[in-house]
């Protein structure tokens, strides 16, 4: 790792002033992203300002028709949620899949949305319940946030609070593990909340989470996996690598998008 | 360099270090307590696992900045007296759950993360899944998982 100084403010608004006063430092969270890349000497920050003593960043709300989510919230906490598990399941699914107990120990909702892996989890419950995520100055929509990968709407200096799930009547989250590394070599997380469908899909695509228009289409006369029966969608914009083919991912999408259905219809 | 104080194994330590010190050097390195080990750059093998404030973690991706006020426990710390073993290292000996020796500090941690989360009583299914952080490259887990079981028994006692 290369030295850098480090900061540990006890509110988030603290931690905003001394990202504003040190260019080129990085937030901390679970660092379990941070962390090895920074190992790796593949990021260099000048400072890190830790948000582990920020306890006005951690919690579980239910908040009228909402789940709110304190950006500093473990994925393990989260999966074990009571109110999360009682009002919107298919949402617990997303993070008691990420990594190993000990990543799940650590490692947060605000850190896995900021980073926006194309292959993390959350973007996915993100973009597939139609999540706001809060920030210190403003609230942007998952559909707005995501904009490729390894990148998000996100300004310098601008902190995620808090994320908010509205919850939806059904939903759940099916993921095909990459057997060595546990990221999702493709995820799809399907909701219905009225008639606001939504098919959102990690690990596939060559610009990171996406929808799937024509599922959601087929889906609105019933929300069913026999709605979308055989469809595809094509190989092409899909990611291709050692570990599967465009072709092999696109064919994913299709049979993991059933069975999430078949799981939110359960 | 910062200073950090905390507490490990019970006693309360105090070390000027350098900010980038990860907790696991600052185990290694500055206490001498090098029974917790490094098997990776890329947080994914175990062998480095500790209990923070007793919940287990990679101890290769925290800094031991961050521990300023935490209470740690390695694998030096969980044996009753000096001659006596914890129950659970107890199980993974009378299994044979080790060869080289190199992973088990980290099973253990996680096999006792496993108990406080799970119980005492453990399936061979749920075992594997939970053990799904630490990576072994002697055994073929097999008597691994066998020790987890009978020591999470052996703990309920
Ligand atoms: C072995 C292993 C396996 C893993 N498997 C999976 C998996 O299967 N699926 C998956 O989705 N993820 C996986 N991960 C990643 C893990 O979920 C990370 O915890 C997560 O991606 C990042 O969260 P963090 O809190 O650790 O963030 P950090 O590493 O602390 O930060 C990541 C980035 O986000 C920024 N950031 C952090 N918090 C905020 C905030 N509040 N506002 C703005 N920016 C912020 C940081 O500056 C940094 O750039 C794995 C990690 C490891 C080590
Ligand atoms: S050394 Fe920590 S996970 Fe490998
Ligand atoms: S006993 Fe050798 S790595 Fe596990």
Redesign the interface.
Not at chain 1, 1 to 6: G, R
Not at chain 2, 41 to 44: A, F, I
């Given at each position: 790792?290369?030295?850098?100084?480090?900061f540990?403010p006890t509110t988030a608004r603290q931690a905003a002033n001394l990202l504003a006063k040190h260019p080129d430092a990085k937030l901390?969270a679970g660092?379990?992203s941070l962390?090895?890349v920074m190992?790796?000497r593949l990021a260099q920050p000048s400072a890190?300002i830790?948000l582990?003593a920020c306890e006005d960043l951690a919690g579980i709300e239910l908040k009228g028709r909402s789940i709110v989510i304190g950006a500093l919230t473990r994925h393990a906490d989260v999966a074990n949620s009571q109110v999360v598990k009682d009002a919107l399941p298919g949402l617990a699914m997303v993070p008691g899949a990420i990594?190993?107990?000990?990543?799940r120990?650590?490692g947060t909702i605000g850190g896995s949305i900021a980073n926006n892996d194309p292959n993390a989890d959350y973007p996915a419950a993100c973009l597939g319940l139609g999540a706001t995520i809060v920030t210190n100055k403003r609230r942007i929509a998952a559909d707005d946030f995501f904009t490729g990968m390894f990148s998000t709407a996100l300004e310098e200096n601008e902190i995620i609070t808090k994320v908010m799930f509205p919850i939806a009547k059904k939903a759940a989250y099916e993921k095909f593990k990459h057997p060595a590394?546990?990221f999702a070599l493709v995820g799809v997380f399907v909701s219905k909340r009225g008639s606001d469908i939504r098919v959102a899909v990690t690990g596939a695509g060559s610009n990171g989470v996406f929808r799937v228009k024509s599922f959601e289409e087929a889906l609105k006369k019933r929300f069913s996996p026999k709605s979308i029966e055989g469809m595809t969608i094509p190989a092409s914009g899909m990611n291709s690598d050692i570990h599967a083919s465009a072709e092999y991912r696109a064919h994913l999408v299709g049979v993991l998008a059933r069975r999430a259905l078949a799981k939110a219809t359960a | 360099m910062?200073k950090v104080s905390m507490t490990v194994n019970g006693k309360p330590v105090t070390g000027n270090i350098?900010?980038?010190t990860?907790l696991v050097q600052f185990l290694r390195e500055n206490l001498r307590l090098t029974g917790t080990h490094v098997g990776c750059?890329?947080?994914?093998c175990?062998a480095c696992?500790v209990h923070v404030n007793g919940?287990?973690?990679?101890s290769c991706?925290?800094?031991a900045?961050?521990m300023?006020g935490a209470s740690i426990t390695t694998i030096e710390g969980i044996a009753p007296s000096p001659t006596e073993l914890h129950p659970m290292q107890e199980a993974f000996r009378e299994n044979h759950g080790l060869q080289c020796g190199y992973c088990t500090p980290g099973m253990i941690m996680?096999a006792l993360?496993?108990v406080r989360?799970k119980g005492h009583d453990l399936d061979e299914h749920t075992i594997r899944e939970?053990l799904?952080?630490?990576i072994c490259r002697c055994t073929g887990y097999h008597n691994i998982v066998k020790a987890v079981a009978a020591g999470a028994r052996a703990m309920a006692k």
């Open positions: 790792m290369y030295s850098f100084s480090y540990r901390l660092g379990h962390i090895p190992k790796q890190l830790d582990n990594g190993d107990p000990q990543v120990n650590r590394s546990g | 910062p350098e900010e980038r990860l750059d890329t947080s994914q175990g696992v919940i287990a973690m990679k991706t925290l800094l900045l961050q300023e996680s993360d496993i989360r939970e799904d952080g630490n």
